[in-house]
Nanobody, 122 residues
Framework: QVQLVESGGGLVQAGGSLRLSCAAS????????VGWFRQAPGKEREFVSA????????HYSESVKGRFTISRDNAKNTVYLQMNSLKPLDTAVYYC???????????????WGRGTQVTVSS
């Protein structure tokens, strides 16, 4: 069993930066891939980024590639999402999720956090 808690969201102006954290409990966290997803009001949850268990493989959606960076520190049971050059379209609730494989699909993740709100003003 893995429990995930996101933090680091907030209100930022366009062009600004935020770093989200996903803190996990559970001694097996280092064996899981972790993904970040986001959901804007009235829209479906969409893939943002994912990293494999060791941090050696990362994937990004086209909409965030070059602006966001995912990383993990297994000693701290934490995965980070550094978000730079933020745009109003990035406004959403951001969720982290843990699963056994790097995937863009929500159905491939077994554990989810409750989300953190990111709001980007123009």
């Amino acid at each position: 069993q893995v429990q995930l808690v996101e933090s680091g969201g907030g209100l930022v102006q366009a062009g600004g930066s935020l770093r989200l954290s996903c803190a996990a409990s559970g001694h097996t966290f280092s064996s899981y891939a972790v993904g970040w997803f986001r959901q804007a009001p009235g829209k479906e949850r969409e893939f943002v980024s994912a990293v494999n268990w060791s941090g050696s493989i990362a994937h990004y959606s086209e909409s965030v590639k070059g602006r966001f960076t995912i990383s993990r520190d297994n000693a701290k049971n934490t995965v980070y999402l550094q978000m730079n050059s933020l745009k109003p379209l990035d406004t959403a609730v951001y969720y982290c999720a843990a699963g056994y494989m790097v995937s863009v699909s929500t159905t491939d993740y077994d554990y989810w956090g409750r989300g953190t709100q990111v709001t980007v003003s123009s």
